[in-house]
């Protein structure tokens, strides 16, 4: 995204952009939000109720200044041009057609970027907006975001959904919907996911994947980018950037309208041109992005990239105090082209010299009454063992001995051995929940199925053979 | 099962078993529970600790008598020949030797079934628990059973999780795995799934799957089977016996050990044979099984089941008030071998000109301000039209005007449909759970993301095809 002028002088270049950095989006320090508190869509988002909301979350978590502009109401600071300093970033919440005016006036005003959170433009309206972008260097995200923008470390959120924020993280999330960007919002919050950014893409006029994922690269607070796309712009660019992108932090992407009757949908949804299903897994797997199947395991497996390192071989072993749920998860580790890890003989040996009764081979069933120091003592012993890369751990509370705050032991143990990713798996619901509130803000991520785990361990195998290339 | 002798007396056939019936597993009038309060094994279930415990739970919620042995206590009532009546089931836990030696004298005294809840038999102990079968007809489930058995119904729960009771509903879980059922059964009390039975079928010396599902399938209380195995004994009788049981009652089942490597240690683990992956799909096909790939989705598929009508055509409606939820829906939906269901143009014009702005192709976006006005009129207009055989109905709340409330619509108008399933999706994480609480005591099955709802309704197919067959 180079509109810039580049200067020879003598063995320096000097490159002048002549465009506003995305930064302004994400790390203003001067907003404006402008709305209105009479007018109200027939269908679409611009409306009293949610202008106030937005406000209301502006001035509740943002560190910086906000002034709030009603277009309709009779306030002095109804005119931007009178504001005693010109923000950085004006958020914008009318119908269309005002909007684009209103857009007009912050880009005269000198503001460096628009968050554009109604939808419904015209063809001609979206050309109208993106010429201000021509004229002015104004950074435009959307229109059509619905939920704009949030960012952890300055409390910056252009969201209406009133009180609700992430926790502070090291996830970046780029969704190309509103919806399902506001599914992964409130599913991050209610189960404690640490998130970075929130990035609502929605019809992509200027600011797109592309130079999302450029920015995120460099964001020192994003650890892993998270990606609902249905369509892209310029697929060539995109997997470009992507390639150098997942060199430094891991990408995992959700696709939506992989059917040809779905992408149809999406085509009409978001206006971007979708395209089939196989040219997409190609182009991730030329990219080096990681393909989730679902929300759920899109979440999953950023949790996994963001608290674990990649795994740098194929074996697993499984350290369990039940028999059929490290089965499952043995499963699920061989289907997905990983090994269950051949323990040596010493390991073998140490273990079963230890507990006897315990089978040490893996998958190993240390029985239902392991408590922290079986956990620790085995964890240690199968992490120390050099044909292991990685280890799913299992403990049932039900029907076994193990008491939550025994899992205390897993992170103290893992800790130890950095280059090998461990995952834990407090199986069910209520026992989960204990074992979470235990291990929630430590680096071993957790599962409530043998089975996301297994996929968790993939994902980072996957990234570890990315950064091995 | 039949080890009867029958006699034909005139025109009339009298049968006599002389094996006692697996109901008095289930649906004893007097239990004895016969543990020690000073024995502990030093891997094992035999403890002081868990003999409390599922005291505890039998005197809690169980509606017949209990009578409490301690073979280590003082007490009058240690002698089983002493008891002023004869119980019907005994629930024995000690280790192996002790046992049988206990398993032996109920039988002697008239005892017609026993659940050994602990493991680690030696092929000749199990032997002569067989033999007691064999001489007095008393019947066994387990050993090794960990947990036992539960009914919702009479209250009667051997488990040693204390005051844990799964919520009294239709479906019944066999599990041959204790850590399995064990998930399970917390996975269900923690979602407030409604459970019928739980049977933990241990090492299944005598009663196994197949006498289970000839069991379940003349319950009245039961209406879906959730069968979690890892081998089977008998694999024609198994399959004969689902073939019967799926023209009553569907049964959806999950296989542990469908790997060689995994498969081998099934086999250590619960002493059957674990079979083939591609036998058992064939198998299960061959019985009108429906197949689930995880802990979840066993779970899922159950409640779709317990809820829902078959489904009798392939063709599925989504009902959005988001886009890409409802994209991520129709993925699913094509991927899994239904259709995406073309409305008649009748519905379309009607869903237009009541909602002008909304696009009323499958799937339907109604946009983020439908509230429960517009979803019921939406939701009848879609279940009324011939080419709709289900409807996928999503209700985000984030990013939209949606309340929970709002959600009451979904089971009215889908209770004038009950040949065409409903399924809802209220996405996400906290607000996954507001909804719950207004329709979880409800026929409308819920999901917390659009793809699980899409297998939901595909397992509703699979059982609409195995009844139409």
């Not at 320090?29 to 709305?35: P, T």
């Not at 990035?199 to 998270?226: H, P, S, W």
């Not at 209520?430 to 074992?435: G, N, S």
């Amino acid at each position: 995204m180079a509109y810039s002028l580049t200067f020879h002088i003598g063995r320096f270049d000097l490159k002048v952009n002549l465009m506003n950095d995305v930064k302004a989006i994400f790390d203003p320090k001067r907003i404006v939000l402008i709305g209105s508190s009479t007018i109200r869509e027939k269908v679409g988002m611009a409306s009293p109720q949610l202008f106030k909301s937005v406000a209301h979350n502006m001035h509740k978590f943002f560190h910086g200044k906000i002034r709030t502009l009603d277009v309709n109401g009779k306030a002095k600071q109804n005119n931007l041009s009178k504001m005693r300093w010109v923000p950085e970033l004006a958020v914008i919440m009318l119908p269309p057609k005002q909007s684009v005016a209103q857009a007009e006036k912050c880009a005269e005003a000198g503001v460096q970027a628009l968050v554009m959170i109604t939808g419904g433009y015209k063809n001609c309206e979206r050309e109208q907006l993106f010429k201000l972008k021509e004229k002015y260097g104004v950074r435009i995200l959307g229109p059509n975001t619905i939920m704009g923008v949030i960012n952890t470390s300055n409390g910056l959120n252009t969201t209406f959904e009133r009180d609700v924020m992430p926790k502070k993280g090291n996830i970046a999330v780029i969704s190309q919907s509103g919806g399902v960007g506001a599914y992964i919002l409130d599913w991050a919050c209610f189960y404690g996911v640490g998130i970075s950014k929130f990035a609502f893409m929605g019809d992509k006029i200027d600011v797109d994947d592309v130079e999302l994922l450029q920015y995120f690269r460099r964001d020192k607070n994003t650890k892993v980018i998270c990606l609902y796309m249905e369509g892209v712009i310029d697929g060539r660019k995109f997997i470009e950037e992507a390639r150098k992108t997942v060199k430094e932090k891991p990408i995992v992407a959700l696709k939506g309208g992989i059917t040809q009757e779905s992408a149809q949908r999406a085509k009409s949804h978001t206006a971007s041109i979708a395209g089939s299903d196989a040219i997409f897994d190609a182009a991730f797997k030329k990219a080096g992005i990681i393909r989730a199947e679902n929300i759920e395991e899109l979440m999953d497996t950023a949790i996994a990239l963001s608290k674990q390192s990649p795994m740098r071989g194929d074996n697993v072993a499984i350290v369990s105090n039940v028999g059929g749920p490290a089965i499952l998860a043995a499963d699920v580790v061989v289907k997905n082209n990983l090994k269950l890890a051949t323990l040596s003989e010493k390991t073998k040996t140490k273990i079963e010299k230890l507990y006897p009764g315990v089978d040490a081979t893996n998958p190993i069933d240390m029985i239902a009454d392991a408590r922290s120091e079986r956990y620790a003592q085995v964890l240690e012993l199968v992490l120390e063992d050099k044909n292991v890369d990685g280890v799913l751990v299992i403990n049932m509370l039900k029907s076994c001995f193990f008491e939550p705050n025994d899992a205390k032991v897993i992170p103290k143990i893992a800790v130890k051995f950095p280059d090998k990713p461990v995952v834990d798996v407090p199986a069910g619901g209520q026992d989960f929940e204990l074992v979470y509130n235990v291990l929630g803000n430590t680096r071993i991520p957790l599962y409530n199925m043998p089975e996301k785990a297994a996929k968790a361990l993939k994902a980072l195998r996957a990234y570890g053979k990315i950064v091995q290339k």
